[in-house]
């Protein structure tokens, strides 16, 4: 039977510690794992040792998986006028039922005559959002 085994990082994610933590703890020896390469491996059973508890083997549930996307897009030679009316745009889209996983943050740099749009969200909802910032830019 295989060994399970976690990085530094995957203990530190389950124990909610730094990663730094973790990686002392191994070099004073208060918690045992073997270095491979670079890097450390803990083994499910020294963790369990280490935390005094048994660890509960997580099964990743890949069809519950989410996909977001984050896209700043930067608009020059934008008066304040054109910067309010594609703001107003995306806000009105964002009130839509179908944008419930979107958001979105604009800024203006009336110096420059830059507009900024921030975008965070699912994939559909966030293509739709850019092809509308694109068609208001091309305006």
Known sequence: MAQELYSVEQVANRL?????????????GRLKAVRIGKQYRISRED??????APTAVVDVDRSA????????VHIDAVDRATADRITT?????????EAVNLKAETIYDEDRAVLKVIVLGNLPA??????????????
């Open 65 to 72: 998986r989410h996909v977001e996307a984050s896209s700043i």
């Open 89 to 97: 745009h995306i806000l009105g889209a964002l009130n839509q039922p």
């Open 47 to 52: 963790l369990e040792k280490f935390t005094g």
């Open 126 to 139: 966030t293509a739709d959002l850019l092809r509308l910032i694109n068609l208001m830019a091309d305006q």
């Open 16 to 28: 909610g510690l730094h990663v730094r933590t973790i990686r002392n703890y191994v070099r004073d």
